[in-house]
């Protein structure tokens, strides 16, 4: 008898199967027919949830970028000032050395390829777009506050958040020092962007 199971059951299994593949052999070497045998599944069955090897790899990075949009919507929606908001809402975005799994560092390699440049870009622009609301929620409060000094909360807010986003894309090959930096300088933009009345970072 056929096992048949719920639509999002499936992809989440096809996914999983995808990504032990990506460990394993590598992406450039992982075919749709490894997914297929992999996943114990049919050819149709894997078409009728994805296009292609490309479609799982989006939908991966999708499903590990989940915990921290969710997070940010907390922080976003919380009843801290906007000064506290705006200080948890850069440490939600930092990566701690001791939470990155041996998924996440495939899935880095894998997005960081020429050739899918393209992936991380369609994403970036998908959750810079989502992520820019919630900042320019917080600027508004921070107006409202008294605290910030914006004249077009949500265009500033794109600028910010398309920034940080994509800037983060680059420098995920440089050094920690390098990449330290480059905190320093947002937060300190972020200051004087937002007109602040008060120190936001304490640095």
Not at 23 to 37: A, D, F, P, R, V
Request: hydrophobic content about 40%.
């Amino acid at each position: 008898m056929r096992d048949v199971k719920e639509p999002e059951v499936r992809r989440a299994e096809i996914m999983e199967a995808t990504l032990r593949l990506f460990i394993k052999k590598g992406y450039l070497k992982t075919t749709t027919q490894n997914i297929i045998e992999e996943a114990k599944i049919s050819r149709g069955l894997l078409y009728y949830h994805f296009k292609d090897k490309e479609d799982i790899l989006y939908c991966l990075v999708e499903r590990y970028s989940e915990p921290l949009l969710r997070r940010l919507s907390e922080i976003t929606y919380g009843e801290n000032s906007a000064i506290e908001k705006i200080r948890s809402f850069v440490e939600a975005t930092l990566i701690s050395p001791d939470t990155i799994t041996a998924e996440m560092v495939t899935l880095q390699k894998t997005v960081d390829l020429e050739q899918n440049r393209y992936v991380m870009d369609r994403f970036a622009h998908k959750v810079s777009s989502k992520i820019s609301i919630y900042f320019t929620d917080i600027i508004e409060q921070g107006i409202a506050e008294g605290v910030f000094h914006v004249s077009y909360p949500s265009q500033t807010a794109s600028f910010l958040i398309n920034g940080y986003v994509f800037v983060s894309i680059t420098v995920n090959a440089l050094s920690d020092n390098e990449k330290e930096n480059y905190i320093v300088a947002y937060k300190k933009l972020l200051e004087s962007t937002l007109g602040a009345e008060i120190s936001i970072f304490n640095t």
